[in-house]
Structures are given as structure tokens and as C-alpha cells.
């Protein structure tokens, strides 16, 4: 199974901003729909974004709506997640992934297997 390769996580206080990179080395990114999903201490994991491979229309969780921006860069073969606003609640691991459409994700699908993911802090 492909385990792509998330970065860009950190300590943030509330309200500041954090842009993650999920980056796959081995293939091209360019026909897969791309997600985000996090899991938080406690928590069953989430589904956050997804971005389209076809026409890049994207999707967000209602809880990170307007704050969070997914985005693509085929040419860097990586996938963004803007995230402003930051709230203690949004502290989690962040994990991407290729496996699933986001048709599947909004419907609460997933991966079958995950990636080391990146720690994301918001705390003052």
C-alpha cells in the first residue's frame, strides 16, 4: 500500500496558523482524489478535507469550514492544508491519503492503512 508523507505540523497558540504538506515521493499525486483526516487524543479518526482529482472541488468537515484550505500542486506533487484560526479542539494528529474518493470520505470512509501523520498543537 502507498503511505504518503505528511509534514508541517507544530506547537501553535489559538488563533495562529499552520499549513500542512502531504507529499508522496513514489507516484504522482495528479488522479487521486487527497484527503486529510486527524485524530485527536481519545477520538475516533475524522475525515477534515478532501480535494478532487478531476475538477479540485474540495470538501471540508462543518467543524473546520472556513478555516482550514485544502489545496494541490501537481507540479510539486504535494497537497496543502491551510489551517488559520487554529482552536485547542482542532489538536490532533493530521494523516493524508490517496486511498479513498472523497465521495467515500464524506460519506465516513477511509484508509485502510496509515502514515506517521504530523502533530498538531494548539495551546497557549
Known amino acids: 500500500q502507498r503511505q504518503l508523507a505528511e509534514s508541517g505540523g507544530g506547537l501553535v497558540q489559538p488563533g495562529g496558523s499552520l499549513r500542512l504538506s502531504c507529499v508522496d515521493s513514489?507516484?504522482?499525486?495528479?488522479?487521486?482524489?487527497i484527503a486529510w483526516f486527524r485524530q485527536a487524543p481519545g477520538k475516533q479518526r475524522e475525515g477534515v478535507s478532501c480535494i478532487r482529482a478531476s475538477t479540485r472541488s474540495t470538501w471540508y468537515a462543518d467543524s473546520v469550514k472556513g478555516r482550514f484550505t485544502i489545496s494541490r500542486d501537481n507540479e510539486k506533487n504535494t497537497v496543502y492544508l491551510q489551517m488559520d484560526s487554529l482552536k485547542p479542539e482542532d489538536t490532533a494528529v493530521y494523516y493524508c491519503s490517496a486511498e479513498n474518493t472523497c465521495l467515500e470520505v464524506v460519506n465516513g470512509g477511509g484508509p485502510d492503512y496509515w502514515g506517521q501523520g504530523t502533530q498538531v498543537t494548539v495551546s497557549s
Open positions: 513514489g507516484f504522482t499525486l495528479d488522479y487521486y482524489d
